[in-house]
C-alpha cells in the first residue's frame, strides 16, 4: 500500500500484514482524526500516518488509481462522526 502527499513529499510504502488477494472483494475504511490518519483492510489496521497535514484532516473524499490500475467500488459510503469547522486565520 502506498500513500503520499500528492508530490509534496516522496512516496511511502507501507508493508501490509497479509497479501491483498486480486479479484476479491475487500473492506477498506479510512478514520481522520485531528493530525492522525489510520487506515484499515479486512478489518485489520494497516498504517497509522501522524502528522498528517491541515489540507488532508477535512474536506473531499476521492478514490485514485495509478498508471493502469483498475478497481470496482461497492457500496462506498462516508460517515461524518464530528462537525468539522473551520478556524479564523
Known amino acids: 500500500m502506498l500513500h503520499s502527499h500528492y508530490f509534496q513529499e516522496p512516496v511511502t510504502e507501507v508493508d501490509l500484514v497479509s497479501p491483498?488477494?486480486?479479484?476479491?472483494?475487500?473492506?477498506?475504511?479510512?478514520?481522520?482524526?485531528?493530525?492522525?490518519?489510520?487506515?484499515?483492510?479486512?478489518?485489520?489496521?494497516?498504517?497509522?500516518?501522524?502528522?498528517?497535514?491541515?489540507v488532508y484532516r477535512c474536506g473531499k473524499v476521492g478514490f485514485r488509481l495509478w498508471g493502469r490500475e483498475c478497481t470496482l467500488y461497492q457500496n462506498p459510503r462516508v460517515m461524518l462522526t464530528k462537525k468539522w469547522v473551520p478556524r479564523e486565520e
Do not use: A, M, R
Open 20 to 54: 491483498v488477494e486480486l479479484y476479491q472483494w475487500h473492506k477498506v475504511c479510512f478514520d481522520v482524526s485531528g493530525n492522525t490518519l489510520k487506515t484499515w483492510i479486512d478489518d485489520q489496521l494497516v498504517d497509522e500516518w501522524t502528522e498528517l497535514p491541515p
